[in-house]
């Protein structure tokens, strides 16, 4: 009777299996015919995003939600492999898929455990669900995963799987990848990174924000260690190579991303120039923009902007702590409560936020994000030591316990108090010969204001636009040497355009009678606003349209001498390009080339030069003498601290507004123009003798002493048609001697002076009569 219990039982058994089987057979096959096509595998399209490259090939910008630099198989370092596989599949190039002795290993563990603490998902399960499924936990999803895993088994090689692994897995911090999780994470290639970068990276794919060494280091390094057990486990490694990657730190790059310099306002603009054309899939295809910007100019003039705007804010003196929180208030949660306050105010690059803590004259502690504890000694409160108070109190300048500062640390790391500026500040450089950008820097500071003052800000230009009119004026018959007269005048509203003006020079005195060369490097007002009356206002309103200008933006009144129509700092740099090519006109551009993920050109920019294609639009002659007047103003007019770079081949001209409120200087090398320019975005005064020459000359100088570097002095030599000859300097005519030389259109040289033929006696008379 037991006999034919069991024989039934066991006839049930085999039936029912049979059935099961047929009917998971059947399910097979009806899924199976489901499984999506393996095109997305086998033509692999991941989400690349937009990056932005520099002249060297060096990462500027990067736009897109998903950060991935895609490998091949051959270039993943074999202890990444390793350290992967250890962690997710080690018998990964063993199974067909489904990896049967991981399931039972897994089932085993977990009972023993009590739980869920093992998986069995081999590393084609895991791209079958990125690629195809939800992570949602059904048996109908994992059956789908297997029946995919086998699918993909069978049309793909090993490698291919792996490497399709490697290039998809989310890792955290918007990583997609183990390249682009390398870079995020340790700010290297995948190809440079060490055995206990690749434990760590390795245990991300299990759970990528647990695991993430930004938001929990100490979890991600537990997870490290577990890894580097496996590896240890499986061979890789020995007990002595475990142990010491036990003990070896792993550090952190301090921000998500690193790039090779500070070009936050080129990456906008050329993000703008690709999104116009590809709308949304600007941040997918894997677009890369090569842009002119040259990594050692740019970095130049990021640091040129930021010391001098620095400078000339602390001349300013101290506004007062941007906040206060009350200390007293959170009790033992007061470590907390200070990190959270400091969320709220964001770093300007070295420019830290930190809260005061204790206050006292002889020195103050402030807590700084992520629990640091810094002192501050008296050598770094001397900005604000009349501002320190060791109790709270009305006075909203005083810094006291709980106020929010900005702290900085200089080069010999010594921490200091400082304050963010109000005032902004910009600097473009261009080639002269084509117009590549070769320096661009928007602002301050990009993540503070992302207005582009180098493309975006319409500025009077002040005494910078001088030179402009005077090329205007050698058109109409002015030389170098002819003589204005610097003395005062009143006009009325119909002659100005506006109301009664008497202008006068930044000084408030007069020359009297100067040469046209000694009226510009001087920037005399009252001589320019002569030599405007002197050639027409309509034709000078024409003429500054070949320099690029707008001349609906200049309005033909005398203020138009002094700069009082509106220019960008762009519109100034190709405009001063005029000067250093020899009276070509070329436009400024960023974008080399546009292409795609595998280097195909979409775009490429053909510029025209000034010895190609490039309208002449002023006369070389005119583009030589005004170079040569502007060298004059580095020489002994309002620039002449320029001098202290040492160069002879340096020519340009200082800009200040009425009432100081911009502030500017343009000059150029032959082969280089930069402009710089100082303002408030509301405008408003940069305060008493607060010039071009002071403010904005510095940083120009700062800028070109590194881009100039091992640069060989440049000559300007003068083209045909021009003449050089002696001249007295109070009268501007031509004398045979002791005189100073000036050059002239062959056709406008001036008469020669009488003087020096009087009282020479009757012999000479009849050269007298045949000269004059």
């Known amino acids: 009777m037991i006999f034919r219990w069991l024989y039934y039982s066991f006839i049930t058994f085999i039936a029912l299996s049979v059935v099961g089987i047929l009917l998971l057979f059947f399910a097979a096959l009806v899924t199976f015919s489901s499984l999506p096509s393996l095109t997305a595998l086998t033509d692999y399209r991941p989400k690349i995003p937009l990056r932005i490259y520099s002249e060297e090939g060096l990462l500027i910008g990067e736009f897109g939600a998903e950060r991935r630099n895609l490998v091949t198989i051959d270039e993943v370092p074999s202890q990444l492999k390793q350290a992967i596989l250890a962690a997710e599949d080690d018998r990964f190039y063993e199974h067909g898929g489904v990896d049967y002795v991981g399931v039972l290993r897994a089932a085993y563990s977990n009972f023993a455990a009590g739980g869920v603490r093992q998986g ?31 699918k993909i088994e069978h049309n793909l090689s090993k490698d291919k799987i792996l490497e399709l692994y490697i290039n998809q897995i989310y890792l955290g911090q918007r990583s997609y990848g183990f390249a682009a999780a390398a870079q995020t994470y340790f700010g290297k290639s995948l190809q440079d990174i060490n055995m206990a970068e690749a434990a760590m990276l390795a245990g991300l794919p299990k759970a990528p924000s647990s695991f993430n060494p930004v938001v929990n280091p100490k979890r991600a390094k537990t997870r490290q260690l577990y890894v580097l057990g496996r590896l240890y486990k499986l061979n890789h490694i020995s007990e002595q190579e475990f142990k010491q990657l036990e003990k070896q730190p792993v550090p952190v790059v301090k921000q998500s991303r690193e790039f090779a310099m500070p070009a936050d306002y080129v990456a906008e603009m050329a993000r703008q120039v690709v999104y116009e054309r590809f709308d949304e899939e600007t941040y997918s295809r894997g677009i890369r923009v090569h842009t002119t910007i040259r990594h050692r100019d740019q970095h130049a003039a990021y640091q040129a902007i930021r010391t001098n705007v620095l400078e000339y804010d602390k001349r300013r003196g101290y506004r007062g702590p941007e906040a206060y929180i009350d200390l007293l208030k ?35 502690q402030v807590y700084k994000k992520g629990g640091e504890i810094i002192q501050i000694k008296p050598e770094g409160l001397k900005f604000v030591e009349k501002y320190l108070a060791e109790k709270k109190t009305a006075e909203k300048k005083y810094i006291s316990p709980g106020a929010v500062i900005r702290i900085q640390q200089d080069a010999k790391k010594i ?233 002879s081949d340096l020519a340009g001209k200082t800009g200040t507004t009425s009432n100081f409120v911009d502030a500017w200087f343009c000059g150029f090398q032959k082969n280089l123009v930069a402009v710089a320019w100082i303002g408030y975005d509301e405008p408003q005064s940069l305060g008493k003798n607060e010039t071009g020459g002071r403010v904005a000359l510095p940083i120009w100088m700062q800028y070109m002493s590194t881009a100039l570097k091992d640069e060989p002095i440049a000559k300007y030599n003068p083209p045909k048609g021009i003449i050089a000859e002696k001249i007295n300097p109070e009268t501007g005519l031509r004398v045979l001697s002791n005189g100073v030389t000036e050059y002239f259109f062959r056709e406008q040289l001036p008469p020669l002076s009488t003087e020096h033929l009087d009282g020479l006696g009757e012999a000479t008379q009849s050269l007298k009569d045949q000269l004059f």
Do not use: C
């Open 330 to 364: 959170y009790g033992t949660d007061q470590e907390k409560a200070l990190e959270e306050a400091l969320d709220d105010f964001s770093e300007s690059d070295d420019i830290i936020p930190a809260i005061a803590l204790i206050v006292k004259n002889t020195g103050i």
């Open 120 to 150: 069995a998902s081999t590393i084609t399960m895991q791209v079958a669900r990125n690629f195809f499924l939800t992570r949602e936990k059904t048996l109908t999803r994992k059956f789908s995963e297997a029946l995919l895993a086998f």
């Open 415 to 647: 921490w200091h108090v400082v304050q963010l500026p109000k005032v902004e500040a910009a600097l473009v450089s261009i080639n002269s010969h084509d117009g590549a950008i070769r320096a661009l820097i928007g602002g301050f500071d990009f993540h503070q204001n992302q207005f582009n003052h180098v493309t975006q800000a319409w500025r009077q230009p002040g005494s910078s636009f001088k030179p402009f009119i005077y090329s205007a004026s050698l058109e109409k018959g002015f030389t170098a040497a002819t003589i204005i007269n610097d003395a005062p005048l009143s006009f009325s509203a119909a002659q100005t355009g506006s109301k009664l003006w008497e202008p006068r020079n930044f000084d408030g005195k007069y020359g009297g009678p100067m040469r046209m060369r000694e009226a510009l490097a001087k920037s005399k007002n009252l001589a320019s606003i002569r030599i405007l009356q002197a050639i027409d206002l309509q034709y000078a309103q024409d003429y500054i349209t070949r320099f690029g200008f707008d001349a609906d933006k200049h309005p033909p009144y005398l203020p138009m001498s002094l700069g009082s129509g509106s220019v960008t700092p762009m519109q100034m740099a190709a405009g001063y390009a005029v000067f250093a090519n020899e009276g070509f006109r070329v436009e400024p551009f960023f974008i080399k080339r546009i292409e795609d993920e595998n280097g195909n050109i979409y775009e490429q920019t053909q510029p025209a030069t000034a010895s190609n294609d490039a309208p002449q639009v002023i006369d070389p002659r005119n583009a030589f003498i005004m170079t040569s007047m502007m060298q004059d103003v580095i020489s002994y007019g309002t620039a002449a601290r320029a001098k202290q770079l040492g160069r």
